[in-house]
């Protein structure tokens, strides 16, 4: 039995929205092209569920691609939010505010004394760039295939052909010269890592620990450690981009639950608490060397703006301890139900506290070349079938869901079952 969900309100928006956003969109993945249907247009969310301008409710896993670890509208957010615009919404001068972010945040963080805040991961992932080229001078970037640091010229390359690879732009626009000096590795490859590390002199190893962004691959026994070594070894800065893992899989992110600390840290997404905020940070030395206390310029009209420090600061007052052992006794549900509910459809479900990925392969994914090889087409049905069933999965398999604190048991029933015919249909 095929069913299908509403989608009158949604068709007539698109169209609309065809004509004056490129592709219908602000950002690309929204556009459902990956799954092979049009975007839903969301009215609102409440907790853990979104209810579309159909008036179709899902069970929502993307969560706005991870701010969202407390769902949607959690009301100490809102009246943070209200109280912070009520007094002004932006001022271009300091606020106490974010002084208490910026203390918060590195009393969390092991590899973080100073922060700067930005206003998206792009712009933080950018500047710890500069700083890392400034502080070591040298120009070299290596990036892992797969790994997505924002859309900035320099990391929009992807590999050529052989193990550790000069990059070439991956987008029209991107100048060659801006690629130029990165070098992709594939992810996992403790030799390719190694033998990079040893040709080229980097400013900078750059690297989502725990990369989510060709679905959740995490680092195999003792990658991270050996990425630690070779950049300590070779006088490279490690950049871990801990954007979705920062405050999710652990209040300080991979860096406190393994123990690898990094040089820098980029932080995005749960900071701003689902508003526009992002930062980098890192040890008082490197990060006195941004201006106005260094020479290394970064500057933003909107940086530490009052609200989004508002919702951040209400955000992470709610992520303590026992708030991470629930999103983890969350998380490992939802995988497990998954799992059973694939049934004869091979799949391997990757997972970490806060994230998961449902991967069409009969082998574990162990790198993007692993990812790309999946059964994307099922995929897609798989997501298409979800969505008329109430669940709305990121539509994409290069991609983590985010289950959240607000996901109830209930509504993980409800998921485990629609998935469970979702696979049925697609068997
Ligand atoms: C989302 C993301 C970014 C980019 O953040 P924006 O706020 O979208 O610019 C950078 N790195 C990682 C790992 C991300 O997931």
Not at 32 to 40: F, K, S
Request: glycine share 10%; with cysteine; proline share 6%.
């Amino acid at each position: 039995m095929t069913i299908s969900l509403r989608d009158t309100r949604s068709q007539e928006l698109y169209a609309r929205a065809l004509h004056y956003l490129p592709g219908g969109v602000n950002s690309p993945v929204r556009a459902m092209r990956a799954i092979g249907r049009d975007p839903l247009f969301i009215e609102r969310g409440e907790g853990a569920e979104l209810i579309d301008v159909d008036g179709n409710t899902y069970v929502d896993y993307v969560c706005s691609w991870g701010p969202l670890m407390l769902g949607h509208a959690n009301p100490a957010v809102l009246e943070a939010v209200r109280t912070a615009a009520r007094a002004g919404t932006t001022f271009g001068a300091p606020t106490a505010g974010e002084v208490d972010l910026a203390e918060e945040v590195s009393r969390r963080f092991p590899g973080i004394e100073m922060l700067r805040m930005t206003s998206s991961g792009t712009e933080s992932a950018m500047s710890a760039i500069r700083l890392a080229r400034a502080a070591t001078g040298r120009e070299k970037l290596l990036k892992f295939a797969g790994a997505y640091h924002g859309h900035i010229d320099g990391l929009l390359a992807e590999a050529g052909s052989g193990l550790a690879t000069q990059a070439i732009p991956s987008s029209p626009g991107v100048p060659a010269a801006a690629t130029a000096s990165t070098v992709i590795v594939p992810w996992n490859d403790p030799d390719a890592l190694v033998r990079a590390t040893e040709e080229h002199e980097f400013a900078a190893l750059l690297a989502e620990p725990f990369p989510a962004n060709m679905g959740l691959v995490r680092p195999v026994e003792g990658f991270l450690e050996l990425l630690r070594e070779r950049a300590s070894i070779t006088g490279a800065l490690l950049v871990f981009d801990e954007v979705i893992s920062g405050f999710r899989v652990a209040a300080g992110g991979v860096q406190e639950l393994t123990g690898v600390i990094p040089d820098l840290t980029i932080l995005g997404k749960v900071i701003g608490g689902g508003l526009p905020a992002a930062a980098f940070g890192g040890s008082r030395e490197l990060m006195e060397r941004i201006a106005p206390a260094g020479d290394v310029y970064h500057g933003g009209t909107l940086s530490g703006n009052p609200v989004a420090v508002a919702a951040g600061m209400a955000t992470l007052a709610q992520l303590h301890e026992q708030a991470y052992l629930r999103l983890h006794a969350t998380t490992m549900a939802l995988a497990e139900g998954l799992r059973e509910a694939a049934g004869s459809v091979p799949v391997q479900v990757s997972t970490a506290t806060g994230l998961l990925t449902v991967f069409f392969s009969e082998e574990p994914v162990r790198d993007y070349a692993g990812a790309r090889a999946c059964d994307l087409e099922r995929h897609g049905a798989w997501c298409r079938q979800l969505l008329a069933r109430g669940v709305y999965p990121p539509p994409s398999q290069f991609e983590a869901w985010f289950p959240s604190l607000a996901h109830t048991a209930e509504q993980l029933e409800r998921t485990i079952e629609a998935a469970h015919a979702a696979f049925a249909e697609v068997a």
